[in-house]
Structures are given as structure tokens and as C-alpha cells.
């Protein structure tokens, strides 16, 4: 094999890569990379203007050099002059150089841009390629500010030859996608479309992938090539394999041009023109009847390209969504595909019948392949085919096999890649939400879900839960007795402690008679796990104790007692302090009226829509967002209380954020109406209206109700406060002249976003108060 | 469209990188360790395409040099395989029996091969032939205006 370049030599670069990989360690590499650069910095500095094989060799090296990864910051001079220089070599090395080491120097880039421009008028073809070629490559935005004008009348002159048409094709699409708003449409658009019927294949090839782009955005001005492409597809399909001599890839026709203009039919409708379309559908089943076919050769390229063409039929007959003929014969091909001895093949055939299974028309098809899927699912021994296999399960889940499908992903999740389990953990959930019918099941399957992968289970999951257990009396015994069982075990997850903590708190009492699950005994469960758990957790466990209190009094001094021990009231943490310290309190003077009030049961939460749909999409995948989308849009969901999930969660999203609606300030109304939706730390309170009159379990702080009647006497204190927020206010006053602060304290752990106040005056003080508001210091806790 | 395409050896050493996006240094490097550990990781018998972000990436070895293409989420990936093979077939064609010394070697004849076969990120000429002609007449400039002497290679 040559170590010595063809054409032309230059021996110096030769040797000096030669050097290079022969330097026994990055030291040695480095010191000759220097060495190098020197020699060539001086070169370039010094009086005797060099001659242009010396450029060309020079300029070479400072880009094998940056290639290497160095840094380089000169030469783009030399780079330019080469460019300029008539010998093509050198120019070729010019323009290689300032493509790959782009700079944004000013006078550099219109020195470039001359030249590009003298190059493009050259009517030479080799040099206009070189220069369309650079443009392609580079696409700033000054070049398109010079060029964008240009290039389309370039592409659609009658003169200019084909192999510069396919790369002016090609420059004026990067240019359009990085500039769009320079290349404006014009006459040269209907004379681009026809390009699609050029005798010069290559030439349609470029065309296709710009009138492809352009088509995107503007559907209208190009839609007459829908039927140009469909008779060349037919053309091209039905023809023998020697018709298109050197576009013939392995006895395959023309598999790029091919898989092109199926491709670009997917940018519109299926057409409306009967011929036009009955004309596709024919080439489709073509195809599909060539799979079918014995192969013409045994290379896998052959293959490769026949089942290219194949894969991107299939994907166009998914879009059309219009033929249930064609989408069963796809779905059966997909079918044979998921048992081929290729990977590739089984890896493309579950990621195409994803889309195939969302579409009302093969999903039956789709799902009579489940005992395939799942079997892919255990046996592969590549992870990203097993993935495929897990995305299809769930699409292709619905009521009559959704208990199966869970199990099975279950049972894989057990031993699944760990950078895949979070998105499996809430694809889980949301089936088995989804298709519940008997709510017991669903239970079960997420505290499943937190014993396999509690790591994993993000709030959001076993938030709902728990909002679905309330929501149900049915399954809420059901749910406390589970959840007792499932804290026996030696190690439970954390996860698994908060629901079960919150769970027996509301619901412990359905349990309570049996003698193995007495109060005390559930008592003692949860706090032998408390040592165990973080701070969030204890703070919702110490809840459960003073629901305990309330639901069992036999417990009272047991539990007074622990939360009397230093460890609670003393301890560092204020919120768990303040639980601790407020509890005891509350259990020692309220009656037991009062406290069965204050812990009265928690209501049914309103009715919201999933996050944890909201939480996949934002997760990326390619299962993950279009298959959701597809299938709430089309299948009926599951029952919630008989609402529905649907779509994106804005609420929930909007809790994430924990925007709050304005509390107003209006000093007379303390307690404001306008509910807010925030995600505190304490459970499942998220979709609890916070601010809202009837304040359900959770104790608040003291309401500082007599609060302002001491702003008579005093200048400063707490106006308001509550669990998210204090009202501060400070005053001062001089003469007849006073001055009043209110300061708004966010009391969570979450940033506030969009809070805003208002001051309303009553009356005649309109005209004698002037506020302002000092923009917020968003500070938190 | 395709993305980039990079060659590295079985060691991780980039021998050739193509972007067909602007992409900030830092940024191409990052992409570049992210590929290399990535691809260099799999197993011999898995399939020859991964999901990373939101990009597809196609990968095949060819003897000691793994070719590593990244495309969009809608490109069809056995075509995508094909290019790969395409762009080795004309390595092969110019260089005869190329292998990656060659590369090594030659880097900027690899370049501008690319270049007519590929252009911001689209295939430009899907026929070997047309292709191999441009390479060859370039070659035939290099020859005249080089005042050098050359080894001619006899062709047919």
C-alpha cells in the first residue's frame, strides 16, 4: 500500500506525519508539533514570499496539526492566498483549510468571500465546484449574505453543467437551513421542482434532498412535485436492474434515489389525484412484493439496500394511514423481519412496528407478534434491541393484554440497564394506570415497581399512587394491608417507606383489627424504619405519628413519648423540629374533637392529569413521546374517578415550577382566596388547593389572626404566614409622612416564578398612597 | 441529514473528522470522546446502530478503523450503512486496497474524496463511476500544474 501520496508528493507532510507517529510518547509529540510550528511560522514571516508547492506543503501541516486536535491560530492568510492562486492543487488545500479552521475575522472572511466569488463566475466547473463545495461546508452567515442570491440562478441556468447543479443543489440547501430568511423564494422554485424529471440521476438525487427541505416550510409553492416524484419512483421501481447502469447498487435500482422520494412524499398528504395515487400505491405493493422475492445476491449490501427502500415504504405507507391493505402487509413483513438472523433487521423491524402499533388499523396486526416481542425482550443479547423490544410492548399495550405486558416488564426491569430504568419505571406506571380495571392490580404494581427499582421511582409515580388510593375506598384496605406486608421485608426502599408511611397514617385503621396488625404493631413497623430514612421521609412519618394519635388512641403515649425524646424536638433540622415539637403540643392540649378535625381523613384529590406522562415526554426517547401522543390522541384511556389522562400536564408542570397566581396584599382580607399550586415538601399534598379555606390535615403554622391589631402599637413584625409564605411589614413614619415594607418570605424549598402582588386602595386612599414594587429577590429557603 | 462522520482506530485515535454542522471546539471534542467510548464499547455481535441524544448513530468496522456516522432521527439507517460502505468502496477504488495507513497518510485526498461524495450533509452522487471520474480528473490537474516530480500511477 503507497505511504507516498499519489500526484503530486509533498514529501515534507510525508515525513513529518511519519515523525509524528513515530514519537514515542505525547511529550515527544508535542515537542515536535512545536518544532513544527516554529519552523513554519518563520516560513511564513520571512522575506522571501514562498513559492506555492512550500505554501500548500505548510498549509498542509497546520492542518494535519489542528487535526490532531492542537490549536492552531495562524495561516489563515497563507490559507487565503492559496485560494486565490490559479493552480488547482493549491486552491483545493486553501479551501480545505479555512472549511475545516473557520474564522470569523472581518477582513478574512471577505477576502474569502472574493475569492469564492471570482471562483463561482470562473465558468470553470471544477473551480465553481471547489467554491459551492467551501460554501456547503462552512454556511456562516456572511457567506450566505454574499451568496444566497447567486446560487439559485446557478442551479437552474440552462449552461451550467451537472455535476456543479448537484452541488449548487446542495450549498443552497445548508444555506437555507442555517439562513432561511436570505433565500427567498422566486421564479427559480418551479424551475427547481422540475429539476426532479433531469435526465442526470445525480442530478435529481441533490435535487430531491433540497426540494425535500424546502418543501417543509412551504408546502404550497412545491406540491407539484408530488406527482413528478411518484412517476419516478414508479419508473425507477419496475425497472430491470441493468436500466440504470452505475445507479444500480448491488443489483438494487437506485436505493438512494429511491428512498428519497419516498421520503419526500412523507412531507405531504396522500395525493388526491386518482391516477397519481393509484400509481403509488402500486409501486408500494411493488416493493413490498420484492421482499418477498429470493435475493438476486448474497451480499449483505444487497440486502442492506433492498430492505432500505422497504423500511422506508413502510414508514410512508404509516403515514399515509390510509390503506389497511398495505399497513397489514407492512405489519406482517415486520413481522417476518423480528425473527431474522440479522440484528439490524430485528432491531429496524421493532422500531418501525412502534409507529405501525399506534395506528388504529394494523394494531391488531401489530399485537399478534406480543409472544415475539417478549421473547426479543428476554433473549437479546444486544441492550439497544431489547430496549426496542420494551418500547414496543408499550406501544402496543392495551386493555386485553396489559396485565401480561406489565408483568413482562417488570420482570425485566428487574435486570435492565440502569441508564434505561427510570424510563421504564414510569412507562410501567402509566400502564398500569392506564388499563387498570381492577385498581388492586394497580397497587400492587407499583409498590413492585418501588421494590425492583426504588432508585428510580420518581415522585411523580408514587405521588399518584397514593392520589388514586385516596381517590378509591375500594382499594384503600386493600392498599394499607399491601403496604404493611411490603415493609416487613428486611431492606425496603425508601420510597417504599413514604407511601407506607402515609398510606397506614390515613388508612391504617381498615387493618387495625387484626391482631398482626395492631396499632402498636404498626407503629413500631414505621419507626423502626425511621432512623433509616432522610429527612423529607421522617418529616412525613412524624405526620403518620399524629395521625396514628388520632386514629388510635391507645398509641397516644407511645408515640408522645418518641416524639418527646431529644432526638425529635432538638433536633438540627427546623422542619422536623418544628413537626416534632407542634405534634406533641397538638396531641397533649387539643380535645380529641378538635384533633379528629385537624386529622380528619384526607379528601379525594381533584381530578388532574397525569404527570408522569408529562415526565416521559420530557425524558428522550424514541418510543417515548410519539408513541403517548399517538395513543391518547386515538385509544380511550383509563378511569380516574371517570376523568381522564390526557395530553401534556400543564398543572403539573406548572406545580414543578411552582408558579403562584397573585396572593393579593390587601391588608384587610388575610386569608386570600386565589388557590395556588405549589409542591411542598410533605406528602401528597401536591394537588391539594394550598391556600384554599377548608385546610385540610396538615396542621398550618399559627395564622397570625389578631396579627395586624398589633400594627396600632408597632412598626414591624409577621403580618401573615402560613406553610409556603410570610408577609413581613416594616413602617416608619415622620410628621405627616410615613412609609410602609412589605416583605414576601417563600417558605419552600421551590422558587416561586411569576409572583406578583397587588396593593388595592379603598376609597379616598387612592390618591394619597404612592406604592412601588421593588423587583423581588428571589431567595430561597 | 447527516451529522458528522468521524474514522478512529481501535485505540480511540480520530483519524479524520467531518462536520457537516457549525459546532463549537469544545463541543466537537466532547462529541468526538463521547463517540469513540461509546462504539469502541459495543459488543461484536450487536446491531450496528445506537441512539445517542437525539441523533442516530451508524457505526461499522472495516478492518482496523471504525467509521461512525451520526444522522437524524427520520434517516434510514441501512441506508446510512451504505454510505459507509460507499465511501470505503471509492477510498479503495483511489487508493487500491486502501487501509488506514493510507488515511493516515493522505488525509486530505480523504477529504476532498468525501467532498464529491458528500456535501453539507446530503449525498451529492450515489454513482461510483461519476464519482471516481472527478477524483481522477482532479488528479489529472494536480498532475500539470505540479512542477514536481510525481510517481505516475497507470490506471485503467
Sequence with gaps: ?781 | MMRFLLLFSRQGKLRLQKWFTPISEREKKKIIRDMTSMVLARQPRSCNFLHWKDLKIIYKRYASLYFCLAVDNQENELLALEVIHRYVELLDKYFGNVCELDIIFNFEKAYFILDEFLIGGEIQETSKQVVNRCIESSDMLQEDDSSEWYEVELFG
Design chain 1, 1 to 781: 500500500m503507497p505511504a507516498v501520496s499519489k500526484g503530486d508528493g509533498m514529501r515534507g507532510l510525508a515525513v513529518f506525519i511519519s515523525d509524528i507517529r513515530n514519537c514515542k510518547s505525547k511529550e515527544a509529540e508535542i515537542k515536535r508539533i512545536n518544532k513544527e510550528l516554529a519552523n513554519i511560522r518563520s516560513k511564513f514571516k520571512g522575506d522571501k514570499a514562498l513559492d506555492g508547492y512550500s505554501k500548500k506543503k505548510y498549509v498542509c501541516k497546520l492542518l494535519f496539526i489542528f487535526l490532531l486536535g492542537h490549536d492552531i491560530d495562524f495561516g489563515h492568510m497563507e490559507a487565503v492566498n492559496l485560494l486565490s492562486s490559479n493552480k488547482y492543487t493549491e486552491k483545493q488545500i486553501g479551501y480545505l483549510f479555512i472549511s475545516v479552521l473557520v474564522n470569523s475575522n472581518s477582513e478574512l472572511i471577505r477576502l474569502i468571500n472574493n475569492a469564492i466569488k471570482n471562483d463561482l463566475s470562473s465558468r470553470n466547473p471544477t473551480f465553481m465546484c471547489l467554491a459551492l463545495h467551501c460554501i456547503a461546508n462552512v454556511g456562516s452567515r456572511e457567506m450566505a449574505e454574499a451568496f444566497a442570491s447567486e446560487i439559485p440562478r446557478i442551479l437552474v441556468a440552462g449552461d451550467t453543467m451537472d455535476s456543479v447543479k448537484q452541488s449548487a443543489a446542495l450549498c443552497l440547501l445548508r444555506l437555507y437551513k442555517t439562513s432561511p430568511d436570505l433565500v427567498l423564494m422566486g421564479e427559480w422554485t418551479s424551475r427547481v421542482v422540475h429539476l426532479l424529471n433531469d435526465q442526470h440521476m445525480g442530478v435529481v438525487t441533490a435535487a430531491i434532498s433540497l426540494i425535500t427541505c424546502l418543501s417543509q416550510k412551504n408546502p404550497d409553492e412545491f406540491k407539484t412535485c408530488v406527482s413528478l416524484a411518484v412517476s419516478r419512483l414508479s419508473r425507477i421501481v419496475s425497472s430491470a436492474s441493468t436500466d440504470l447502469q452505475d445507479y444500480t447498487y448491488y443489483f438494487v435500482p437506485a436505493p438512494w434515489l429511491s428512498c428519497k422520494l419516498l421520503r419526500l412524499l412523507q412531507c405531504y398528504p396522500p395525493p388526491e389525484d386518482g391516477a397519481v395515487k393509484g400509481r403509488l400505491v402500486e409501486c408500494l405493493e411493488t416493493i413490498l412484493n420484492k421482499a418477498q422475492e429470493p435475493p438476486k445476491s448474497k451480499k449483505v449490501q444487497h440486502s442492506n439496500a433492498k430492505n432500505a427502500i422497504l423500511f422506508e415504504a413502510i414508514s410512508l405507507i404509516i403515514h399515509y394511514d390510509s390503506e389497511p391493505n398495505l399497513l397489514v402487509r407492512a405489519c406482517n413483513q415486520l413481522g417476518q423481519f423480528l425473527q431474522h438472523r440479522e440484528t439490524n433487521l430485528r432491531y429496524l423491524a421493532l422500531e418501525s412496528m412502534c409507529t405501525l402499533a399506534s395506528s388504529e388499523f394494523s394494531h391488531e396486526a401489530v399485537k399478534t407478534h406480543i409472544e415475539t416481542v417478549i421473547n426479543a425482550l428476554k433473549t437479546e443479547r444486544d441492550v439497544s434491541v431489547r430496549q426496542r423490544a420494551a418500547d414496543l410492548l408499550y406501544a402496543m399495550c392495551d386493555r386485553s393484554n396489559a396485565k401480561q405486558i406489565v408483568a413482562e416488564m417488570l420482570s425485566y426491569l428487574e435486570t435492565a440497564d440502569y441508564s434505561i430504568r427510570e424510563e421504564m419505571v414510569l412507562k410501567v406506571a402509566i400502564l398500569a394506570e392506564k388499563y387498570a380495571v381492577d385498581y388492586s392490580w394497580y397497587v400492587d404494581t407499583i409498590l413492585n415497581l418501588i421494590r425492583i427499582a426504588g432508585d428510580y421511582v420518581s415522585e411523580e409515580v408514587w405521588y399518584r399512587v397514593i392520589q388514586i388510593v385516596i381517590n378509591r375506598d375500594d382499594v384503600q384496605g386493600y392498599a394499607a394491608k399491601t403496604v404493611f406486608e411490603a415493609l416487613q421485608a428486611p431492606a425496603c426502599h425508601e420510597n417504599m417507606v413514604k407511601v407506607g408511611g402515609y398510606i397506614l397514617g390515613e388508612f391504617g385503621n381498615l387493618i387495625a383489627g387484626d391482631p398482626r396488625s395492631s396499632p402498636l404493631v404498626q407503629f413500631n413497623l414505621l419507626h423502626s424504619k425511621f432512623h433509616l430514612c432522610s429527612v423529607p421521609t421522617r418529616a412525613l412519618l412524624l405526620s403518620a405519628y399524629i395521625k396514628f394519635i388520632n386514629l388510635f388512641p391507645e398509641t397516644k403515649v407511645t408515640i408522645q413519648e418518641v416524639l418527646r425524646c431529644d432526638s425529635q424536638i432538638r433536633n438540627s433540622d427546623v422542619e422536623l423540629q418544628q413537626r416534632a415539637v407542634e405534634y406533641l403540643k397538638l396531641s397533649s392540649i387539643a380535645s380529641t374533637d378538635v384533633l379528629a378535625t385537624v386529622l380528619e381523613e384526607m379528601p379525594p384529590f381533584p381530578e388532574r392529569e397525569s404527570s408522569i406522562l408529562a415526565k416521559l415526554k420530557k425524558k428522550k426517547g424514541p418510543g417515548a413521546v410519539s408513541v403517548t401522543e399517538l395513543e391518547d390522541s386515538k385509544r380511550e384511556g383509563g378511569e380516574l374517578n371517570g376523568g381522564a389522562d390526557r395530553g401534556p400536564d400543564t398543572s403539573a408542570l406548572a406545580a414543578s415550577n411552582a408558579s403562584t397566581p397573585s396572593p393579593s396584599a390587601d391588608l384587610l382580607g388575610i386569608r386570600s382566596a386565589a388557590p395556588i399550586n405549589v409542591a411542598p415538601v410533605s406528602a401528597g399534598s401536591l394537588l391539594v388547593d394550598v391556600f384554599s379555606e377548608a385546610g385540610p390535615a396538615a396542621p398550618s403554622a399559627a395564622v397570625n389572626d389578631d396579627g395586624f391589631l398589633r400594627f396600632v402599637c408597632k412598626n414591624n413584625g409577621v403580618l401573615f404566614e402560613n406553610q409556603l409564605l410570610q408577609i413581613g411589614i416594616k413602617s416608619e413614619y415622620r410628621q405627616n409622612l410615613g412609609r410602609m415594607y412589605l416583605f414576601y418570605g417563600n417558605k419552600t424549598s421551590v422558587q416561586f416564578a411569576s409572583f406578583t402582588t397587588t396593593v388595592s386602595y379603598p376609597g379616598e386612599l387612592q390618591s394619597h398612597i404612592l406604592s412601588a414594587l421593588k423587583p423581588p429577590n428571589l431567595q430561597m429557603r
